[in-house]
């Protein structure tokens, strides 16, 4: 089984400002999963932010390209998503995902990734 615990969301930011979020790997995970960070916005479906593709390449979706970065620690059990630039249109519930034997194709797929956190509220005001 593999566990994923997301943090760092929570509380209120302000339009500009920055955040990093935390994604707790535990479990049967690999140098060679890949893990995503989506969203959820209110009333609206989930959507990918970015990922690090069998633990080498990482991805971006456009709107987030050139703010936000994600990338993994050294002993490959935490995933981060630093986010800069903050919009209101950031707003939403943020999850972290896993799959091990996920596909490029799939990268941004949200029904195809097996593992999921509970997800954490990135707030921006502005």
């Known amino acids: 089984q593999v566990q994923l615990v997301e943090s760092g969301g929570g509380g209120l930011v302000q339009a500009g400002g920055s955040l990093r979020l935390s994604c707790a790997l535990s479990g049967r995970t690999s140098s060679t999963s890949t893990v995503a960070w989506f969203r959820q916005p209110p009333g609206k479906e989930r959507e990918f932010v970015a990922a690090i593709f069998r633990g080498g390449r990482s991805y971006h979706a456009d709107s987030v390209k050139g703010r936000f970065t994600i990338s993994r620690d050294n002993a490959k059990t935490t995933v981060f998503l630093q986010m800069n630039s903050l919009k209101p249109e950031d707003t939403a519930l943020y999850f972290c995902?896993?799959?091990?034997?996920?596909?490029?194709?799939?990268?941004?797929?949200?029904?195809?990734?097996?593992?999921w956190g509970q997800g954490t509220q990135v707030t921006v005001s502005s």
């Open positions: 995902a896993l799959d091990n034997r996920l596909i490029l194709s799939s990268l941004r797929v949200a029904a195809d990734y097996d593992y």
